[in-house]
């Protein structure tokens, strides 16, 4: 029951987080550093993706929660401690902006998040 409701506050803190102005594109994913780093939508919400396939979210200044991501095909499958339910995010990386898009699988509108 645990998981079921913390899946529940991830999904809602995430939808808050998507309401945004964004710019919609394809769903490549090249970079040079591809996604790992420190990508920031403001000084309070971000996330951290470490090369050995951990990572972290922030939100509003708080730690939302770590998880641990595989990323495949433009998709990033995020899955929080304690959980074990993915939450798949489509994205694409474009120099130093990573946008996570909305639509099929994603709430509100395209969000960027800039590397710092």
Do not use: H
């Not at 972290?56 to 990323?71: K, V």
Request: with cysteine; charged share 15%.
């Amino acid at each position: 029951m645990k998981k079921v409701i913390f899946s529940m506050i991830a999904v809602v803190i995430m939808a808050f987080t998507f309401v945004s102005c964004g710019n919609s594109g394809s769903n490549s994913s090249s970079n040079e550093k591809g996604i790992v780093g420190n990508w920031y939508y403001n000084d309070n919400t971000f996330y951290t993706f470490n090369e050995d396939g951990t990572g972290s979210y922030t939100a509003f200044g708080n730690l939302f929660g770590n998880f641990t991501y595989t990323e495949s095909d433009g998709k990033l499958n995020l899955t929080y401690e304690g959980s074990t339910i993915p939450t798949v995010l489509n994205y694409k990386v474009e120099g130093k902006t990573l946008t996570i898009l909305a639509g099929e699988g994603n709430l509100g509108s395209d969000t960027e998040y800039k590397r710092k």
